[in-house]
């Protein structure tokens, strides 16, 4: 198992496992799935401010973390939001912990110390949408802090959307 800071090269392979989640679940809120050439981009943006982190298994790219602005205040420059992906065949494997505990250790370098995840979750689970997000961050030690009850629409329903928080360092 390796993993390594992403590259727009890698977009074409993170876009395969990403446009699986835009299609046929209700874990992400984006409808349509972006072009290569759009999530080439998101990659670039992304990693001039913060880490974009794939792990490989066998040379395979199984997965994929990253932070992101949490909101565009300077005051908040001690906070980002964090977000993970895994293949869907390659689940219960250990790799989001792996990753998520390597994008940590990378913020917390980075002198960051508040993290948020925007998480999805079921009004009702149903065949798109399940609390296991929700449930795996909680046992990498996030809290939840807020809830937006049905805020998201697709597949023909209705979303909420939670707010999870993970301290990683000491507010001096």
């Known amino acids: 198992m390796l993993i390594r800071s992403a590259t727009p090269d890698d977009a074409g392979r993170l876009l395969e496992i990403y446009s699986y989640y835009v299609a046929n679940t209700a874990i992400t809120f984006e409808i349509e799935v972006p072009s290569l050439n759009e999530f080439q981009d998101r990659i670039s943006n992304t990693l001039t401010r913060y880490p974009y982190l794939v792990l490989e298994d066998n040379g395979n790219i199984v997965g994929y973390a990253y932070a992101g602005v949490f909101y565009d205040r300077a005051a908040y420059d001690h906070s980002c939001e964090v977000t993970i992906y895994l293949d869907r065949d390659s689940h219960l494997k250990g790799y989001g912990k792996s990753l ?73």
């Not at 002198?111 to 009702?124: F, R």
């Not at 149903?126 to 795996?136: A, G, K, P, V, W």
């Not at 961050?137 to 049905?150: A, D, N, P, Q, T």
Request: charged residues 30%; glycine residues 6%.
């Open 100 to 172: 998520y505990e390597t994008l940590e250790n990378e913020l917390k370098a980075r002198h960051l110390i508040n993290l948020y995840a925007c998480i999805a979750d079921p009004v009702a689970e149903d065949e798109y949408l399940t609390r296991n997000s929700e449930q795996f961050h909680e046992h990498l030690g996030y809290i939840k802090v807020g809830e937006f009850h049905k805020c998201g629409y697709k597949f023909g329903r209705w979303y909420n959307m939670i707010w999870m928080e993970k301290i990683i360092g000491e507010h001096k």
